[in-house]
């Protein structure tokens, strides 16, 4: 067969089966069904609303879609170089050695038999440990290549497809916090320049304070494609390190290419008195009065030093004076239309068994001023100041507002398995009530929630967006009730699968595209050889005749195995070659060895 045909035949296969898988990766959230939750809680309004926003001149109902949508991406954590190890595997030092030994560069004094045994094992390893560790060098690049293009396909194509009004990316940016700035800047660059392409950091001008966020709050909507372009980062502790290890230089290079690990944003949305009903429009002027402005607050804070011991106090002493204005310039708990939400990494403290993750610490022994060196959680302490600083809730029920606190939800990452829990303190539980947490889903469905005398929270830990959590990301929906006069938030989680798929399609895709410009270079060099053009070869028989022998070029398609040759011209009447004395054996040496062989031993000369 010929290399064109098997070609073509491949191509027959392999083009649909990579359009498809492609078109699969490429629209992925509308295989899973990803999309933003509707105000209208049902799971089939929330993917048509998302589908028609995407179909030209279709109208949809802004009701339905919610003002603010937060794609939420937990730890990506970049890997990347280690620079002792990479530069080992680029210098072959087992071969440099090689030569050392073999002609005592360094000075030893080795008998022949030393010096042969030294170079053989040095050969040896350069063979078994050198080569090797310098294709693993340059399979871990390609591999980290391939990952920040994943991590960037599941933005781009969320982005696009769900349609957020803001992104976060909730710690962990980068794989850890012991990296030199080089590394650093480098895995910076590979994250606004692969993984989230296109974003840029929120601008230190719109970071505010909490004691000022109120005189700059911004209107929800304003500066939407500008909004929808900042990536609200959240530090971690590969990014900055954990109490113990977070050290001045580790925030400040994070400040420089991500942006500030403590601030406020925080939004109003003035509610279209136009779409009120006749009810309300006679009571519009007593509403501005009673019925304060819808209010967003948006809380990044970096948890990484709430617990102690710190080594740096005054890190330490930064972040407490941080939650302490957010607590001091927090609204009256008892303020309608008011939502908190908090962007952190570490997830507050429950107990063992409720997520993957449970309660968990470890300390610098002898260094690092003996400073966490890991945590799961916060600590039980740490967690009571969220809960009841932050968002004022209190076992008291004669605390402000019975100590149910402000309304609002926690969104985190760190347990890379991601988890939804319900916070709660049972206020009639006797005789010292603590801080519970449970499953979100089972808390629903007992109406935990709506209990009289049970204040809670919802904490959303996000799963990682990593290939090996199967590339996920949180879609996060807020909107406004107007008959309830608050806020409500739902939730939602949007798989890609792991990295072998989009490895899978790209290297298939590759291997099409491929194989499609050789087949085309075959089809086009062949359309330009004159194939219809015989070529003739004279030749002069034994017996003073000439024969004249007329070889067609193989045209594929063209009859049977196309290399046939038609002897044509004054052919001896009997139909076979006269071939003088020794026969083939000594015309094949005189004459073209590959005209005879096409032709004497084809299966068939024509009679
Ligand atoms: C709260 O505590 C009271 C008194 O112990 C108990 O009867 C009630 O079931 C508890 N509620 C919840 C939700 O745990």
Redo the contacts with the bound molecule.
Sequence with gaps: MFPAAVLRIALLILVPVSFILSSYLYLYPIFHLCAFPSPEHAATSSFSTTVRQHIPFSRHDPKKIAPFRLLALGDPQLEGNSPLRDRQAQTFPNFSKFWKDALLLDGTRHNPLQRVRHSLHDLIDFYLDDIPSFFELFRKRLDHIGNDYYLGHIYRTLNWWADPTHVTVLGDLVGSQWIDDEEFENRGWRYWNRVVRGGVRVPDELTTQPSEASNSAKILGDDAAAWKKRIINVAGNHDIGYAGDLSPARMERFVRVFGKANYELRFQMPVDHASATQENVENVENDERKRPVPELRIIVLNDMNLDTPASSKELQDETYHFLNEVITASQDVSRPAHFTLVLTHIPLYKKEGICVDGPFFSFFNGHFDNGIQEQNHLSRDASKGFLEGIFGMSAATDAPGQGFGRHGLVINGHDHEGCDIYH?I?????PEQEW?AMRWKDAHS?R?DE?P??PGLREITVRSMMGGFAGNAGLLSLWFDEETWDWNFEFANCGLGTQHIWWLVHILDLITLAIGIVYSVMVGIRSMIPVEDPVFMMERMGNGKVTMLKIETATEGKGGNGNEITVAGLMPTSGKLDVPGAGKKSLRKKKSGRILNGTLNGSSPPR
């Design positions: 709660y049972n206020q009639t539980a006797p519970l007992s935990l209990e005398g049970v």
